[in-house]
């Protein structure tokens, strides 16, 4: 299974931006989905995830309302909608896998398959 993030660029702050994620090498109804990021010099950090339906998502509390998490199986793409953006929202944007289809959380290990990550700048 392979994960290709894109849709990263410059944005300035409260603008919009659309993350994309297409897996191959698999199927992505299989997997539940998520976001991460991380930030220059810091820890990567959990964003959002939704389950392999899409019935189910979850958000960290610093994006909840301003991000929207979604899929289409039939594309095999999860994406990240992304409102509002502020300059603390600079970081390179991960998506990843899970194992368990239903599978939400914010766990690092719980997630099997890594993209390579785009770049998101927000400036004032």
């Known amino acids: 299974v392979q994960l290709q993030a894109s849709g990263g660029g410059l944005v300035q702050a409260g603008g919009s931006l659309r993350l994309s994620c297409a897996l191959s090498g698999g199927t992505l109804s299989t997997y539940a989905m998520g976001w991460f990021r991380q930030a220059p010099g810091q820890d990567r950090e959990f964003v959002a995830a939704i389950v392999w339906s899409g019935t189910k998502t979850n958000y960290a509390d610093s994006v909840r309302g301003r991000f929207a998490i979604s899929r289409d199986n039939a594309k095999n793409t999860v994406y990240l909608q992304m409102n509002s953006l502020k300059i603390e929202d600079t970081a390179v944007y991960y998506c990843?896998?899970?194992?368990?289809?239903?599978?939400?959380?914010?766990?690092?290990?719980?997630?099997?398959?890594w993209g390579q990550g785009t770049l998101v700048t927000v400036s004032s």
């Open positions: 990843a896998a899970g194992g368990h289809p239903y599978y939400t959380g914010t766990t690092e290990p719980n997630y099997d398959y």
